[in-house]
């Protein structure tokens, strides 16, 4: 969803911002770093990070404890999947596609958004005191 959202918009929003509804629009940008912009001068550091979580993410992927949990680390994956695809084919030109806006915050992108409510779906099982992973096992 993510590369194919990045796709239409690449080919069919005109430069600038735009209005959708309520709150939110769309005005395209690109994004070097990670989360907001974080260490956008180093992309070759933001490239080897965000693939090392992404390799961390896919190991607990097979230790799920719940299906929450495998809802949870799902959209984590696709989410992390989705901007390693962007942030390595599109470093040429700038990286990341972010194109949703909210007042008072960065442009974001349909990855972020997973990886954002897979981080709040981690919080909230760990509030709830659910289990997330299985214990490693010694052979």
């Known amino acids: 969803m993510d590369q194919v959202t990045n796709a239409l918009v690449l080919a069919h929003v005109s430069p600038g911002p735009h209005h959708l ?4 629009g769309v005005d395209v940008g690109r994004n070097n770093g990670v989360a907001f912009s974080l260490i956008s001068r180093h992309s070759t550091l933001a490239v080897v990070l965000t693939i090392a979580l992404t390799v961390v993410v896919i ?5 799920v404890a719940t299906i ?12 992390g999947v989705g901007n ?24 974001f992108n349909l990855a972020d958004v997973a990886i954002t409510f897979g ?12 289990p997330i992973l299985l214990p490693w096992r010694v052979r």
């Open 21 to 24: 509804f309520g709150p939110l």
């Open 59 to 63: 190991a607990c992927v097979f230790r």
């Open 119 to 130: 981080v709040a779906g981690l919080v909230v099982l760990a509030l709830l005191r659910r």
């Open 68 to 79: 929450p949990a495998g809802i949870v680390f799902g959209l984590l994956l696709g989410g």
């Open 84 to 107: 390693d695809v962007d942030r390595v084919a599109r470093r040429s030109t700038g990286g990341v596609v972010d194109f949703l806006t909210l007042p008072h915050w960065p442009a």
